[in-house]
């Protein structure tokens, strides 16, 4: 029992790992921006996390801003706030699906908050455009997604 267990353990991560492998996870997509440095903060905007929603769910920043999203999960359930691409976010909201127990805490691009905490994520706009943001915890993403304009400099 306790083989099985551990193999289909092993294969959970290697199908993360190489699902991961393929994937631009927006430190390389300029379009998106990059993960921000904590010094170099210029506005904190702060978005709340209900069940399942996010308050607002639009948000204006500028070009070149790095911006420290506070998130407060007010909701009853554990929410994730994700930055990338539509096509990226569809994908992984299915992987979360098929596998809602992954956890994944070292994504620069994504933050998973607890209910009645607060988290934190700092991302750096820039180039101008949209940019979308969704919680991909399995079920969520239907009405829990966003949208960031980025406006030209
Ligand atoms: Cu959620």
């Known amino acids: 029992m306790r083989k099985i267990l551990m193999a289909s353990a092993l294969t959970l991560s290697m ?12 430190s390389g997509d300029i379009s998106l921006g990059s ?11 702060e978005i709340t996390m ?12 500028k070009q070149g801003e790095t911006v420290k ?4 999960n007010t909701g009853e359930k554990k929410h994730e706030m994700m930055i990338a691409s539509p096509e990226e976010l569809d994908k992984h909201a299915k992987m979360m699906k ?7 805490h070292n994504e620069p691009n994504m933050i998973t908050v607890n209910s ?16 979308n943001f969704s919680c991909p915890m399995p079920g969520h993403s239907k009405g829990m997604h966003g949208t960031i304009e980025v406006q030209a400099k």
């Open 15 to 26: 199908i993360s790992a190489s699902a991961y492998a393929g994937e631009n996870h927006g």
């Open 35 to 45: 993960p921000g440095d904590p010094t170099k903060i210029s506005r904190t905007i």
């Open 69 to 72: 999203f506070m998130l407060k």
């Open 116 to 131: 009645g905490k607060t988290g934190e994520l700092v991302w750096h706009f820039t180039e101008a455009g949209t940019v």
């Open 50 to 61: 209900i069940d399942n929603r996010f308050k607002p769910s639009e948000v204006n920043v």
């Open 98 to 104: 098929k596998f809602p127990d992954m956890e994944h």
